[in-house]
């Protein structure tokens, strides 16, 4: 006879293949529920805010619904801030070509908000982890090569870490878990502070 609790259920809010891939490999098995969230309608006033209010209207959104009922919710959103703007997904392939333009040679800083809603007790706690990218200077025809791939128009900052663009990356100071979507270490100090281990959510 097992008489150890059952363990509790996770749910990701978000359609990011990348941030149910750090949480798979973290040992955890989330559950998928999209949020729908509008984000061009959220604004705050400055990126790090921003970052943490479109990941607490994610985790809202979904933790409502009856099919989150009592779960833990996660919700994560990362832009990438440059001379103090806030950069989502780029609006088209012309405009990630500008962004590569302007940031190669540079550094910005991945902000990536986090949202941890307990919908058995309606605790919630958030933050943003914050990491310094260093971009690398890609040929003009290498950005062009990156943007007719399509992979800049799905990602904040129009880059990622873990996919065609990381030879065009020289570096990162920080967490690389935040740069790809979601930081583990953040997450698990926000579960810790709802009262629940990491470790009691693996499988």
């Known amino acids: 006879m097992n008489d150890s609790p059952a363990r509790r259920r996770l749910v990701l809010a978000s359609q990011s293949p990348a941030r149910l891939g750090l ?22 006033p400055n ?11 994610k985790a809202e959104a979904v933790s409502v619904r009856a099919e989150a009922a009592g779960a833990l919710v996660v919700g994560c959103d990362s832009v ?9 997904k780029p609006a088209d392939a012309e ?10 040679g540079r550094s910005g800083i991945l902000r990536t908000g986090h949202c941890v809603i307990d919908t058995a007790t309606e605790r919630r706690v958030s933050a943003t982890a914050s990491t310094t990218v260093r971009f690398g200077e890609p040929t003009d025809a290498e950005i062009a090569a990156y943007v007719a791939s399509g992979e800049p128009l799905h990602v904040a900052g129009a880059f990622t870490l873990d996919g065609r663009s990381a030879p065009f ?3 990162i100071d920080g ?7 979601l930081s583990l270490p953040l997450l698990r100090t926000l579960l810790g502070e709802l009262g629940t281990s990491i470790t009691d959510l693996w499988v």
Request: net charge negative; charged share 25%.
């Open 175 to 181: 967490d690389h878990g935040n740069v790809i979507g």
């Open 80 to 88: 990438l801030e440059l001379d103090g703007l806030a950069l989502g």
């Open 47 to 57: 990126p790090a805010e921003l970052a943490r209010v479109l990941a607490e209207a």
């Open 23 to 44: 949480l798979r490999a973290a040992g955890l098995a989330p559950e998928v529920i999209v949020s729908g969230v509008d984000e061009d309608a959220i604004t705050a």
């Open 169 to 171: 990356l020289d570096g």
């Open 95 to 104: 405009d990630a070509t500008a962004r590569w333009k302007s940031m190669r």
